[in-house]
């Protein structure tokens, strides 16, 4: 308390000042709980992933899209296969390539 009744205002305080200096304290002390809790939760999801949507439901919307695992990335072998609703269209690394010089990014 003592550091925020200020040096330059003497050794008393007006009634203001001191209603203000307990504000303020209220305020820091709740900011240091919120503090403490937002680390437990990250504790809890560090240990447990499967709870942060339970933790913090504003991150985890619960339109999230599953994500599929049967699908092997490393068998794609330096091409990507698009698949339009019209043809299947295959890019390769030198038609990516043109693609970048053509946006100057090559």
Known sequence: MADRQGLLQGRSLSPVQSYANQILLAL????KIEEYVNNFKWSVIAADPSQGDK???DLFPED??????DVDLMAIDGEVEYVSEDEEIQM?????QDLL?????G
């Open 28 to 31: 820091d002390n709740r900011r």
């Open 55 to 57: 933790l913090f439901p």
């Open 64 to 69: 999230i899209v599953e994500i599929r695992d």
């Open 92 to 96: 390769t690394p030198d038609m990516m």
């Open 101 to 105: 010089n053509q946006f100057g990014q």
